[in-house]
């Protein structure tokens, strides 16, 4: 009978360590779950971003939106890349007009906020500038 009962718990133990090194908790919380937390945060930060503009900036940023897009996919503006013959869309672009035509999109507002910080950081002398 002891033997019958070591089998069973040598096998059980045997089964739960297999299943259990395939997916450890850590793996799964450094990266799934992490990358999940870290894009809804981003997606929340974004809709507050446009949520918090005036209803005429809304209505701006709208018909810049229309604009700019046409213009960076039309055929003669579309950036070239492997495996689309016909190219894609000119990102840059589109960011640079609706920067230009004073709807700026959020990672530009983003950048332009992560250089401020920079900037002050540097100013009180946090950040050793380089001179090479």
């Known amino acids: 009978m002891q033997i019958h009962r070591a089998k069973t718990r040598l096998l059980l133990l045997t089964g739960l360590s297999i299943l259990l090194t395939g997916c450890s908790i850590s793996d799964w919380y450094n990266g799934y ?10 997606h929340k930060e ?6 918090a503009e ?15 897009t046409e213009l960076a996919s039309r055929p003669e503006n579309r950036v070239a890349r492997a495996g689309y013959p016909n190219g894609v ?4 672009m589109y960011t640079l007009c609706m920067e230009g035509r004073g709807t700026p999109t959020y990672e530009t507002y983003g950048s332009r906020q992560e ?18």
Not at 33 to 42: D, L, M, Q, S, V
Not at 54 to 67: G, H, I, T
């Open 33 to 42: 779950y992490a990358e999940r937390t870290a894009i809804i945060k981003a």
């Open 46 to 51: 974004r809709d507050a971003y446009y949520n």
């Open 54 to 68: 005036s209803p005429e900036m809304k209505e701006l940023r709208k018909k810049n939106d229309a604009y700019c």
């Open 89 to 92: 869309s000119n990102t840059p």
């Open 115 to 132: 250089a401020k910080r920079r900037a002050e950081r540097r100013a009180r002398g946090e950040i050793i500038p380089e001179y090479w």
